[in-house]
């Protein structure tokens, strides 16, 4: 019988794909953690530092304030995005998922359309509409007596209005991934919920909510991970410089301007490398605590149940 | 059999009706208004975008000197055509790299299965951004920086991890006994992939358009990979436009309008894919 030959079918199919992957994302992402333990000599060459940058990231009294500033900011970037949007999002998915309502697919298509367009479209959007010189929000402000402000020039607010900005660009994505699991909820639960007397409100949260926990699980990673990798929104309505006073500083912009440089101070390719590793180390531990802790304690609840 | 329902359920019935048009009416309009206010306005005179902004564009109010300046200052159809080529470029290597791949990793028991399927996903959590410094060396040591090539790599890369998780899962459901029957008749494997492809089309559909939207419009690459004039993206070439001509609002205005109208149409074109993937699998 003749010898099976070695399957070079195989190899040929996954050759491009595991080609192209490794290279411009496996490598670069484990380069860029090795750099961060490099410093630069002034004669430009590159020495082993071991974890000297990250010493003076956070300690460094120049570098510390902005690496701290980023790290508070963009938790409340989170936290803003995880209360409002995905609680908007929730209630829209619920309204979106009762069958007597019609039009439900108009709705859901308009709603996420803004999710569509680019983040640069929509901070000029929205740099106009708060604008003081057109006034649209302040015609609206005026509606509930609130007095117009340049809301992206003052440090208390900045990155509260952009945040909010961001929920309404991005709200459409937990609507849609809610919406599936609500949609996946077979009517005989709830319907015998309903005959054992339960209303709306009980069916909701006592039939509806345990059933999308998983969701809600992986909306927040999701939420987290594009949160502490944003950059775009930022960036064109503050520039890089995340203004005023840095109030709306993210990591993706300090990595950005530790790279690049920006002022006065030189851009630092292994620096920037460094603060690309903390923001790493930020998201995989945030992807971890949500595949070991939120994940297994979901498997534990199913399981008593 | 139809039973009547006590007057107080149907009044709550038509009471809860309403209320939910209400609150879904009031956030369609939180959604469209800033996008729809800049599209009615980027056709005004810049008098009857200040004194009139919510008035729809009429001939007392027309003035298209937004677009005029835009298309004598910045190349925009340049910028379309850069996006077009990236975005293209980028979804015919996904779909090559990513099917084939896919279809390994689904088809043939191989040492190492499980493992080249874990490494390949794992890409989907971590930001292809955090190796920006490394891409750029890396860039430079090909000479590809500052070309669209360039960036069709880093999107491709990007793109792949889902792609492969999510057309594997698909062509798993693939039946056996029609590759098997494709075997018997003597076809090679390489015409037994061309042979399922088409069966996961609608897959293909959704994760296509899934790729397509966020290269379309990423800023952060071409910022950093290809800023010169002649192969800026639109993201790009509308973000420096709109820095250059920021007190120029009628030709904000004009180039918002020009950048955010091809996305549109493509969204309009593929809703339905976009959604469907977004819900896979629990849409009946």
Do not use: C
Not at chain 1, 256 to 272: A, D, E, H, K, V
């Amino acid at each position: 019988m003749k010898r099976k030959s070695f399957p070079w079918h195989i190899v040929v199919f996954l050759a491009p794909a595991v080609i192209v992957y490794s290279l411009f994302m496996v490598f670069p992402l484990i380069d860029s953690l090795r750099l961060s333990l490099y410093t630069t000599l002034p004669n430009g060459t590159e020495i082993y530092n071991g974890l000297g940058n990250y010493q003076t990231l956070f300690n460094d009294p120049l570098l510390a304030p902005r690496l701290w500033g980023a790290i508070k900011n963009n938790i409340i970037f989170f936290v803003i995005h995880m209360v409002v949007q995905n609680s908007i999002g929730l209630f829209l998915a619920s309204l979106l998922s009762s069958t007597f309502i019609k039009g439900r697919a108009i709705y859901r298509t308009l709603i996420f359309t803004p999710t569509v367009l680019s983040v640069v479209l929509v901070g000029f959007i929205w740099r106009l509409i708060l604008s003081p010189l057109w006034g649209i929000s302040g015609d609206f402000l005026a509606l509930f007596g609130v007095k117009n402000q340049p809301w992206l020039g003052l440090v208390d607010t900045a990155l509260p209005v952009l945040s909010l900005v961001s929920v309404w660009q991005y709200v459409g994505i937990p609507m849609m991934l809610f919406l599936a699991t609500l949609i996946a909820i077979p009517d005989e639960i709830v319907e015998a919920a309903r005959v054992d007397g339960a209303g709306a409100w009980i069916v909701f949260w006592r039939v509806k909510f345990p059933l999308i926990l998983p969701t809600v699980g992986i909306v927040a990673v999701l939420t987290f991970v594009g949160n502490f990798n944003a950059f775009d929104l930022i960036y064109t309505t503050q520039t890089a410089l995340a203004g005023p006073e840095f109030s709306t500083d993210l990591l993706g912009t300090l990595f950005y301007r530790t790279f690049f440089g920006f002022q006065l101070q030189p851009g630092s390719p292994t620096m920037g490398a460094t603060v690309a590793g903390v923001m790493f180390l930020i998201i995989l531990a945030g992807v971890l605590v949500y595949l070991f802790g939120w994940q297994r304690r979901l498997l534990k609840m199913e399981i008593e149940l | 059999m139809t039973v009547t329902r006590p007057k107080d359920i149907q009044f709550g019935r038509i009471f809860q009706t309403v209320a939910a048009h209400a609150a879904l009416l009031i956030y369609t309009g939180i959604a469209l208004f800033p996008i729809v206010l800049v599209l009615i306005n980027s056709v005004k005179s810049r008098t009857a975008i200040f004194k009139t902004p919510y008035a729809l564009p009429s001939p007392i109010n027309f003035d298209p000197v937004g677009y005029q300046t835009v298309f004598e200052r910045a190349s925009f159809p340049g910028y379309f055509l850069n996006s077009a080529i990236v975005t293209f470029g980028s979804l015919i290597f996904i779909f090559f790299a990513g099917t084939m791949a896919a279809y390994a990793l689904s088809e043939y028991r191989f040492r190492g299965n499980t493992l080249m399927g874990l490494y390949l996903s794992l890409g989907i959590m971590i930001p292809i951004r955090l190796g920006t410094v490394s891409i750029l060396r890396l860039m430079k040591a090909l000479g590809l920086v500052d070309t669209l090539f360039g960036l069709i790599l880093v999107y491709t890369a990007m793109g792949l991890p889902l792609a492969i998780f999510v057309l594997s899962q698909f062509m798993r459901q693939v039946p056996k006994d029609l590759k098997d029957a494709a075997r018997v008749d003597g076809a090679s494997e390489y015409r037994i992939y061309s042979l399922v492809l088409p069966l996961v089309r609608p897959a293909l559909g959704t994760v296509m358009v899934f790729n397509m939207i966020p290269i379309w419009n990423d800023l952060w690459f071409p910022l950093i990979l290809a800023p010169s004039e002649r192969n800026k993206t639109v993201t790009l070439g509308a973000q420096s436009f709109l820095g250059q001509y920021v007190s120029d609002w009628n030709a904000v205005l004009a180039s918002l309008t020009l950048s955010a109208i091809p996305v549109v149409i493509l969204y309009i074109v593929f809703s339905r894919q976009l959604i469907r993937g977004l819900t896979a699998g629990a849409v009946k």
